[in-house]
């Protein structure tokens, strides 16, 4: 199954990303018109998180949990063993995270952050700072309900939104041995690795940079923690970049990656298309630290809160996380539309990274100051132009410092997430064609406030509303435009 040959040519020479499935079931869409969308923001508080999926045509918010299930993940389903400990579908589960992952303990939680929540339990205490390449929201959200503090260690090239530079996702080892060295080893509990760097536009870290990780941690014998939710993306980029690897198969380059973390934690809404979530490790301290942490948490050590038939569309989502055919699909559609759209001078996040295409809020919103949310401005004027929903990855998503004072994001993105096989190419280009036109009347776009602000996670639940008359110039533009078109 792994390594299939995905290089398909076509005659007149146009880089076309060519589908290697086939579609079975469909869902019906609706694109709302621009006056519903506009009522919808406001029903929403300006936050696309809060508008509803009746009002959404392209659903670009993420692709966690809206990946597309193979005939295979779903059949699977039907033989999954109801049971509340010892289900065969947590065994079925166990061999897939030891055959794909190499680490024969596992224990399963319902998602994500569910992991970060039970790694944070355990390990992070007050004071204790954790060295990464870069915070994903949940994990510092948890990490900092435990006491912690967290330093980004990137190279500067990761901050530059126009690069060539193959692995964004790098961590910066010269500083990772200095902060270790000033810091003391005994207030680092790990060393966290995040796989295709989300916040930053997706960006890989190479195998020659995990490797020189590990010599650090091994240095001063500390654990690196892996966030492999973007794995398979991560080690296609790999195969793709890094000349080492250019023969290698998706299962040898995992299995490297995976060789080279102590602990692996993971979201199964991305990582394997399904829902739930795991850690493992081969470390029986380690799982001895964390084993009761589930029941307490999340359900019994055979199920974690995850569903038996989803923990079976899991087992099986791990094993095609080796298909290159299945892992290419987005990042390919996510190049086609980076490369598109920077051709017509939209800036984007470059080179492609993964999970979705990444605008460039703080240029193309350059007159809204930060204290007025330039990403989330963004990705509200694209819904009212498109009803195309996609993520605020910028300030609003940053959370107060313990002082209660904003902090803003080093970027200010809006995410278009291309969840693998969910799109077709002209959907891609509609995407395209309306933020071409969004981009030319970029000046129409005004700030945002809140309104409404949660004290964790904001940026899920929270309210915000225009600083101007903004939209209304915005809907006449497009009127004056696109006619009666949707
Ligand atoms: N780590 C990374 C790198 C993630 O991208 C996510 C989720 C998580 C951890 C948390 O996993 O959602 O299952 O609890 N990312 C989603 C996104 C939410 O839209 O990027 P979870």
Redesign the pocket.
């Known amino acids: 199954m792994s390594n299939e040959n995905v290089k398909i040519k076509f005659y007149g020479g146009e880089d076309i990303p060519l589908e290697l499935h086939k579609v079975r079931v469909v869902q019906k869409l609706n694109l709302v018109p621009i006056e519903r969308r506009l009522e919808a923001l406001h029903e929403g508080g300006f936050n696309t998180f809060r508008l509803t999926t009746k009002d959404v045509f392209l659903d670009m918010?993420?692709?966690?949990g809206t990946n597309a299930m193979s005939d295979m993940q779903m059949s699977a389903m039907m033989h999954a063993d109801d049971a509340y400990a010892g289900s065969q579908s947590f065994y079925r589960l166990q061999k897939a995270v030891e055959d794909v992952l190499k680490k024969k303990y596992l224990l399963p939680v319902h998602?994500?952050?569910?992991a970060?929540n039970i790694l944070s339990n355990a390990y992070v205490r007050k004071g204790n700072l954790i060295p990464m390449n870069y915070h994903?929201t949940?994990?510092l959200a948890h990490i900092t309900q435990y006491g912690g503090h967290i330093a980004e260690l990137l190279y500067d090239e990761a901050y530059k939104i126009d690069s060539t530079h193959p692995f964004k996702g790098n961590m910066n080892v010269e500083k990772l041995d200095a902060l270790i060295r000033e810091t003391g080893t005994e207030n680092i509990p790990f060393i966290r690795l995040?796989a295709s760097t989300?916040l930053i536009g997706g960006q890989p870290f190479s195998i020659q940079n995990m490797r020189e990780v590990r010599k650090v941690a091994d240095k001063y014998g500390l654990r690196i923690v892996l966030?492999a939710?973007?794995l398979g993306e991560n080690a296609y980029l790999i195969l793709q970049r890094e000349p080492e690897f250019a023969g290698s198969s998706m299962g040898e380059v995992i299995a490297i990656m995976s060789d080279l973390a102590d602990i692996i934690y993971f979201?199964a809404?991305?990582l394997s298309s399904s829902r739930g979530?795991g850690i493992c490790t081969n470390d029986l301290t380690v799982y001895r630290d964390l084993e009761a942490l589930v029941p307490l948490f999340e359900g019994f050590l055979t199920y974690g809160g995850i569903s038996v038939r989803e923990i079976e569309a899991m087992a099986v989502g791990l094993y095609e996380t080796l298909d290159e055919t299945m892992i290419c699909q987005s990042p390919r559609f996510i190049a086609y539309l980076v490369n598109s759209l920077t051709r017509k001078g939209v800036p984007m996040v470059t080179p492609p990274g993964v999970?979705g295409a990444h605008v460039d809020a703080m240029q193309i919103c350059a007159h809204i100051p930060q204290t007025q949310y330039p990403a989330g401005s963004l990705a509200a004027a694209f819904y009212l132009a498109s009803g195309v929903r996609g993520?605020e990855r910028g300030s609003v998503s940053n959370q107060r410092d313990e002082q209660g004072n904003e902090t803003y994001a080093d970027m200010e993105l809006l995410r278009l997430?291309v969840p693998r096989r969910v799109f077709t190419l002209s959907q891609i280009k509609y995407v395209e064609d309306r933020l071409v036109w969004l981009y030319e009347n970029r000046d129409l776009i005004g700030g945002l406030r809140f309104v409404y602000e949660p004290r964790v996670l904001r940026f899920f639940m929270g309210g915000l509303e225009p600083t101007s008359d903004w939209p209304a110039k915005l809907i006449a533009k497009f009127k004056a435009d696109f006619g009666d078109s949707l």
């Open positions: 918010l993420t692709d966690s998602q994500g952050r569910a970060e994903f949940t994990a995040e989300n966030d939710s973007l979201s809404r991305k979530g999970l993520m997430a």
